[in-house]
């Protein structure tokens, strides 16, 4: 429904004597109300006693004003999507009570302030991260009934995830919802993105011509409970929103619990709009978000001054939560009844229709044939829904990643009789040379991480040498593609990985720095839940393309604990995440190339050890480079025995081998190059040829990566062993700073001579 600017009259305030005639046509209005369903083992809602009256409809001001023009039909409209809000509400609690859907969360109470948002917004221009509670927000972008219980029964025709998502975990490709997740406050750093790919894109004016659906006076719009306040992703959030001045409309939607932790155990003085107010930037507004005619003032400020681009917005909106939780909580549990009796009274969908009859807008009846047509509506949809069939099982594979484009194909393998030329560069030197042809080819690309642009400080670029990460691999980007290509990002590792998802919904293609592996856990939520899952979740209706580059492993003198990690296990055993990991020159530029161009999150990992040898080096490959992902490299053939590994292990492999040999054993090795998707062609044929094999890698040996390769071997090629198949890995323990301790711990070429050794006598 659009927004209805038009003037008709003033609304008045009512008086005293005019709120006690509402109280009593309110009672009178609820007692023909049809009856809500509702299981009865569901905690219900306190109905009002007739005394004390209902609050007013707006808070008394200490100066009387008047109301700003509403047009009264905009009001009626407004009236109708939060009853049927609530009405949606109503049913899926009673069709979980029939166990007729199988998870339920409300949106109730929260209705009037959601459909000012809806109103004032515009659904498929602005863009939109909602949460749980937003029913009301999208009936009102024009989300159906039909469409949110399809969501509810887990139909395959559900817009918002195809059945693979929790009812009430909004998405909508048409509307502009970006689908939703469950863990708290991870939407936010993505709607920071999602605004600031409109802004990169008014400093890239080549973008203009690659990529459609950018307004110029767009909004994102994205929403959060009190209690997700809490979380570090709120402030990182902010903090860019307000630094980069993004038009972000955030909307806290204060019920005062989080499940039954009440605001003042979450945030310090109860309010935290108190503690953001010296944000700059940011146009901070409070309201009664039961109040619809006081929201839709608010919101109406709070957009116009993101469409102004003078900055982020922040609306607080103090809401009611008139049911539990979900129906997996009993708010009985911990809120008394005469608070829960308060809230009751608060009741936007009941005070709102009070008042329209009392303001003359509407008489009963005709509101009650309002409720009437929404009452039918819902039933007619309910019933359409559970008609509709889940997803068939054999669907469930289905978008782990990209249908579109396959980089284990041939159409990324180029390697074969590529021409190479200049003087032999390192590691660093062949990824800079990628980083530098594909920026060139894609104006898409931007490059973003911790000290990864030459200087920020552009007036300073003629007067130093550079920065370009801390190990010099985006040297010079900067300077050749610009600060808004290439930027520093502040030391916030999900706010880099957060911010790069929301990009890479709006098109553009985020090639992200994670200065050392080690520091890579804060943004493990945004990689596992958020930017993994996308597209499955959202069954292909959107996805985030990101590539992660990220320094890696020990083997340096005094690198220690904090510097050494090499934990990879942790995620290639993630869905949807491809992960990248070369051990020489060529090879990691090829592989770049292929995770740049193909269509799925990438975690790239680059050994440190590895970036300056002289062993790996190369002469330079054309731009047209690829390496397909899922294709292993037979670093030395052999007969007798083979080393499957991969990263700094491979090099130490060599002289084990080497070493071997002058002992009469051939032993060939195996460099995986690609840990997900792995090429098990290669293993599987190596096995058959040399019947011992050795899985050698710089992770842990528990639960380490070699572990999985061990375990389908032994499996499924149990016949072809003539060993059992050894592991060369780390101590179970950490990297230490003594070089002594740190040689002792991770696996070196003596450990992997050892077991070809051991593995030769069997």
């Known amino acids: 429904m659009k927004t209805d600017t038009k003037v008709l009259k003033l609304v008045k305030r009512p008086s005293a004597a005019e709120r006690s005639a509402e109280a009593a046509r309110s009672a009178e209005v609820e007692s023909s109300k049809a009856p809500v369903d509702r299981p009865q083992e569901m905690p219900q809602p306190i109905t009002p006693r007739p005394k004390p009256r209902p609050a007013p409809l707006a808070k008394p001001a200490k100066q009387p004003q008047a109301q700003p023009q509403v047009e009264p039909k905009l009001l009626l409209e407004m009236y109708r999507t939060m009853y049927l809000s609530r009405r949606m509400d109503d049913k899926e609690i009673q069709l979980k009570g029939q166990n007729k859907i199988f998870f339920q ?44 219980l399809l969501a509810a029964v887990g139909a395959e025709e559900d817009p918002n995830s195809h059945g693979r998502q929790m009812p009430s975990h909004w998405g909508n490709k048409k509307l ?56 570090g992703e709120f402030w990182e959030a902010l903090n860019t929103a307000c630094n980069l001045k993004l038009p972000v409309l955030f909307l806290l939607e204060d019920n005062g619990y989080a499940i039954s932790v009440p605001v003042e155990v979450q945030t310090a003085g109860g309010d935290v709009s108190k503690l953001i107010e010296n944000f700059p930037n940011l146009y901070l507004q409070r309201c009664d ?147 530098q042809t594909e920026m060139g080819r894609d104006s898409r690309i931007v490059v973003f991480g911790e000290d990864v642009a030459d200087c920020s400080r552009e007036e300073n670029l003629g007067k130093v040498k550079g920065k370009g990460g801390v190990f010099k691999v985006t040297a010079n980007l900067q300077r050749k593609f610009g600060s808004a290509r290439v930027f520093n990002s502040p030391l916030a590792e999900a706010n880099i990985v957060g911010r790069a998802i929301g990009m890479a919904t709006r098109g553009l293609k985020p090639v992200v720095e994670i200065q050392f592996f080690d520091y890579i856990w804060p943004a ?54 491809r992960v990248i990991y070369p051990s020489n020159a060529l090879d990691a530029n090829g592989l770049l190339r292929t995770a740049i161009r193909c269509d799925d999150p990438v975690l790239f990992l680059e050994h440190k050890h590895l970036y300056r040898q002289a062993y790996n080096k190369s002469q330079y490959p054309p731009d047209d480079f690829m390496v397909p992902f899922g294709k292993a490299k037979v670093v030395r053939e052999g007969i007798d025995l083979s080393i499957i590994t991969y ?69 499924e090629l149990f016949e072809y062993l003539d060993a059992p198949v050894r592991r060369v890995c780390a101590f179970d323990t950490f990297v230490a700073y003594a070089p002594q301790l740190e040689d002792v711990i991770l696996p070196q070429a003596a450990d992997v001579a050892k077991a070809i050794a051991e593995l030769r006598s069997y």
């Open 524 to 577: 493990m939520h945004q990689i596992r839940n958020e930017l993994a899952l996308l597209r499955w979740r959202s069954g292909n209706e959107w996805k985030a393309p990101v590539v992660i580059r990220v320094p890696v492993g020990g083997y340096l003198k005094g690198g220690a604990v904090y510097h050494s990690q090499s934990g990879v296990s942790t995620f290639t055993q993630i869905p949807g995440l």
């Open 176 to 231: 502009n919802i970006v689908s939703q997740s469950s863990p708290t406050g991870t939407q936010l750093l993505q709607a920071v993105g999602c605004a600031e790919a409109s802004y990169r894109l008014n400093l890239i004016p080549e973008l203009k011509q690659r990529i459609k659906g950018f307004h110029d006076d767009e909004v994102t719009y994205v929403s959060l409970g009190d209690g997700t306040s809490s979380e």
């Open 289 to 435: 978000g039961t109040d619809p005619i006081e929201s839709l003032q608010t919101m109406r400020r709070a957009v116009a001054y993101c469409r102004d681009r003078k900055g982020p917005a922040f609306v607080h909106a103090k809401v009611i939560r008139p049911y539990s939780h979900s129906l997996s909580d009993d708010e009985r549990l911990y809120r008394s009844d005469e608070e829960r009796l308060g809230d009751a009274e608060r009741d936007p969908v009941k005070r709102f229709g009070a008042y329209l009859i009392d303001a003359g807008l509407i008489e009963q009846a005709k509101l009650q044939q309002i409720k009437d047509e929404v009452d039918r509506e819902v039933l007619e949809a309910a019933d359409r829904a559970l008609a509709k069939p889940q997803p068939a099982p054999a669907t469930a594979m289905r978008y782990v990643f990209s249908p579109d484009v396959d980089p284990t194909s041939k159409e990324f393998d180029t390697e074969a009789g590529a021409e190479l030329s200049g003087n032999a560069g390192t590691m660093v030197d062949l990824i800079n040379r990628c980083l």
């Open 647 to 715: 990263g700094a292990l491979v090099q130490r492999s060599v002289v084990a081998a080497r070493q071997a040999e002058q002992e009469g054993l051939s032993v060939e090795i195996i460099d995986l190059r690609s840990l997900a998707p792995y090429d098990w062609n290669a293993i599987a044929a190596t096995v058959k040829k040399t019947n011992r094999v050795i899985v050698a890698h710089e992770d842990s040996l528990s639960f380490g990566y070699g572990a999985e390769i061990a375990a389908r071997i032994s499996d």
């Open 105 to 148: 969360i409300s949106g109730a109470g929260h209705e009037a302030v959601l459909v000012a948002a809806g109103v004032v917004l515009k659904p498929g221009y602005d863009w939109f991260y909602p949460y749980y509670r937003d029913r009301a927000l999208c009936l009102q972008l024009g989300m159906t009934p039909y469409e949110q």
